[in-house]
T-cell receptor, first 115, second 112 residues
Framework: QKEVEQNSGPLSVPEGAIASLNCTYS??????FFWYRQYSGKSPELIMS????GDKEDGRFTAQLNKASQYVSLLIRDSQPSDSATYLC???????????????FGKGTKLSVIP | DGGITQSPKYLFRKEGQNVTLSCEQN?????MYWYRQDPGQGLRLIYY???????QKGDIAEGYSVSREKKESFPLTVTSAQKNPTAFYLC???????????FGPGTRLTVT
C-alpha cells in the first residue's frame, strides 16, 4: 500500500516568515513528486514538481527532495496571507506493468499566514 | 482559453438516483482521471483513462462507472450502488509526454 504522510496542521506562521511543509512517502521506487495548493472550496492547483534529489526553486517556493530518506518538503519564503491554503503532497509511481501514471496524495497541511 | 471544465459546480440528488458528472478538456491531453475528496481527506482515485475507449479502475471504483468515447470527454456516473456518494469530485488530465496532472474546478455532489 503506497502511503503519503503529511502533518495536518494547522501550521501558523507570521507574515514574512518562512513556512516549511513536510511530506514522507512509503514507496522507495517513487519517482516524481508534486506540491498542490488548494484554497478552501476550490480545486488543487499545481505549484511545484520535483524529480531528482536536491532543491528546486521557483519564485518564493523551494521544493526539497531526499529519496534516501523518502522525504519531500516545500518552503515558502516571505509568506503572505494569500498563501493561506491547504498544501497537498502527491507522489507518482510508474506502474511498469500497466504503463500507468498514478498519483497518491497526502491529506494535506493547512497553512495559515497571520498578518 | 485552454482548460478543464466540470459541470455543474453543485449537484443535488435524492438517494437511489444515478447521476452523471461532466468533464471536458481542450488541452489535447491523452490521460484523464477522476478523484473524490472528502472533508479532511486526501484525493482518492476512482477511475482513469490513458487513451480513448480504454479506462482502468482506481482505488475506489465500486459504485461508479465511466466512459471515454472522445479524447476531450470523460464523464463519471455515480450509481445508486455507491454507499456514500456525497463528496467533492475532481477531474484531472495529463499530457501523454508529461507527469503533471491538472485539475478542473470540481463538482460538489450532495445526495440526501
Amino acid at each position: 500500500q503506497k502511503e503519503v504522510e503529511q502533518n495536518s496542521g494547522p501550521l501558523s506562521v507570521p507574515e514574512g516568515a518562512i513556512a516549511s511543509l513536510n511530506c514522507t512517502y512509503s514507496d522507495r521506487v517513487s519517482q516524481s513528486f508534486f506540491w498542490y495548493r488548494q484554497y478552501s472550496g476550490k480545486s488543487p492547483e499545481l505549484i511545484m514538481s520535483i524529480y531528482s534529489n536536491g532543491d528546486k526553486e521557483d519564485g518564493r517556493f523551494t521544493a526539497q527532495l531526499n529519496k534516501a530518506s523518502q522525504y519531500v518538503s516545500l518552503l515558502i519564503r516571505d509568506s503572505q496571507p494569500s498563501d493561506s491554503a491547504t498544501y497537498l503532497c502527491a507522489v507518482n509511481i510508474v506502474d511498469s506493468g500497466a504503463g500507468s501514471y498514478q498519483l497518491t496524495f497526502g491529506k494535506g497541511t493547512k497553512l495559515s499566514v497571520i498578518p | 482559453d485552454g482548460g478543464i471544465t466540470q459541470s455543474p459546480k453543485y449537484l443535488f440528488r435524492k438517494e437511489g438516483q444515478n447521476v452523471t458528472l461532466s468533464c471536458e478538456q481542450n488541452l489535447n491531453h491523452d490521460a484523464m482521471y477522476w478523484y473524490r475528496q472528502d472533508p479532511g481527506q486526501g484525493l482518492r482515485l476512482i477511475y482513469y483513462s490513458q487513451i480513448v475507449n480504454d479506462f482502468q479502475k482506481g482505488d475506489i471504483a465500486e459504485g461508479y462507472s465511466v466512459s471515454r468515447e472522445k479524447k476531450e470527454s470523460f464523464p463519471l456516473t455515480v450509481t445508486s450502488a455507491q454507499k456514500n456518494p456525497t463528496a467533492f469530485y475532481l477531474c484531472a488530465s495529463r499530457d501523454g509526454s508529461g507527469l503533471e496532472q491538472y485539475f478542473g474546478p470540481g463538482t460538489r455532489l450532495t445526495v440526501t
